[in-house]
């Protein structure tokens, strides 16, 4: 539940080029709500063209001899 409605939310409609959302609640309330997205900063891929094998889970290149 948002703060400032008591019921739940049946309905939200956001706008088009504004970052503005219109909710409706079962109490009979509408609220106009400004928001803001944040996008998580995008991780830097490691360079695996030098190495034979690199480990996945751990981001950190290993070369592995036979």
């Not at 503005?20 to 998580?40: E, F, K, M």
Request: hydrophobic residues 30%; contains cysteine; aromatic residues 8%.
């Amino acid at each position: 539940m948002y703060a400032g409605h008591v019921g739940s939310v049946n309905s939200i409609k956001f706008h088009p080029s504004e970052q503005l959302a219109l909710t409706a609640s079962g109490d009979q309330t509408a609220h106009i709500w400004r928001y803001v997205v944040q996008l998580p900063t995008p991780q830097p891929v490691a360079d695996t063209s030098h190495c034979d094998l690199c480990c996945v889970h751990c981001g950190r290149q290993r070369r592995f001899r036979q």
